[in-house]
């Protein structure tokens, strides 16, 4: 009896080693539409990150603006009809903003650069006098604002790298998408910033 239970468990192991188990995964074939669409699907993703951290950071210097403008109301001799005028143009912005497809025609990117520039101009000027300190609240805003407003190009540049990333992938992948089925059919090129030459 002693010997019948090692002599049993020694069986069992070796049974136990025997018995295959297929736990790897198969690998995907890099060139199936599978495959394709889930790279591209990673690539949208970085896009997408790219286009939501510029909005987010545009949207915070409009809000910064604001609170700016509400700032400067409150100082005795204001100008509130100025004031209120720059306000509705700040307001306006997000209206006017170009979004992913749109952004195709550089004017409307230019129109609504030139909008921007021409509230925060007039923004700076009160906020900044020359003559006189301005408010410590108002200052550190309008710092803000313009930290936001220098980091506007470097946005644009890493938006257009995703997207150009975007833009290759579906010119050498076409085939593959194209059998995806679905949206992966009817792919478009995403629009840059950079202007073609």
Request: charged residues 25%; hydrophobic residues 40%; proline residues 4%.
């Amino acid at each position: 009896m002693k010997l019948l239970l090692p002599m049993t468990l020694l069986v069992l192991l070796s049974n136990l080693n025997s018995c295959k188990t297929d736990r790897s995964t198969k690998a995907v074939d890099p060139t199936s539409p599978a495959a394709a669409k889930a790279q591209l699907d990673v690539l949208r993703d970085s896009v997408d990150a790219r286009w939501t951290k510029m909005t987010a950071s545009d949207d915070a210097k409009i809000k910064s603006t604001d609170q700016v403008l509400r700032a400067l109301e409150k100082q005795p001799g204001a100008d509130k009809a100025q004031l209120k005028a720059l306000a509705r143009a700040n307001d306006q912005l997000k209206n006017r903003r170009y979004d992913q497809q749109t952004m195709s025609a550089s004017d409307k990117i230019d129109a609504y650069d030139a909008a921007q520039d021409s509230v925060l101009k007039a923004v700076y000027n009160l906020a900044m006098p020359a003559a006189g300190q301005p408010d410590a609240t108002v200052q550190q805003l309008t710092n803000d604002i313009q930290t936001a407003d220098g980091q506007v190009i470097g946005f644009r540049v890493n938006y257009d790298r995703a997207a150009k990333q975007f833009n290759n992938y579906i010119q050498l992948h076409q085939d593959a998408l194209s059998k995806a089925g679905g949206k992966y059919t009817q792919l478009q090129p995403l629009p840059l910033f950079e202007l073609k030459e």
